[in-house]
Nanobody, 125 residues
């Protein structure tokens, strides 16, 4: 099981930007499906974005057009670039690793076997 460590969270005002990073303890080709999830207090965990084999990307409706998922295989690091942040983006953001992504499965938390401990993002109005 790979180890995942998130970083880059913080507090920003609405309209601001943040970039999250997730360092992976293994080569990214061994975990071809990587994703970001988030969970706000009192709410269920929500799929934010995923990337399959470094190329195919998936986004949740609430973040599409504002967030970009990417990875740097040379650094074994996954990124989530977030712009035009809104107060409703406030949540703990988690990195997750799995073996398979598809259009109808990427948003399912149980498809991912490894999880980081999360990094907090707070957006004020």
């Amino acid at each position: 099981q790979v180890q995942l460590v998130e970083s880059g969270g913080g507090s920003v005002q609405a309209g601001g930007s943040l970039t999250l990073a997730c360092e992976v303890s293994a080569k990214l080709y061994s975990t071809p499906c990587m994703a970001w999830f988030r969970q706000a207090p009192g709410k269920e965990r929500e799929a934010v974005a995923a990337i399959w084999r470094s190329v195919t990307t998936y986004y949740g409706d609430s973040v599409s057009g504002r967030f970009t998922i990417s990875q740097d295989n040379s650094k074994n690091t996954l990124y989530l670039q977030m712009v035009s942040l809104k107060p409703e983006d406030t949540a703990m953001y988690y990195c997750a690793a799995g073996r398979y992504c598809s259009n109808d499965r990427w948003a399912r938390a149980n498809e991912f076997s490894s999880w980081g401990k999360g990094t907090q993002v707070t957006v004020s109005s």
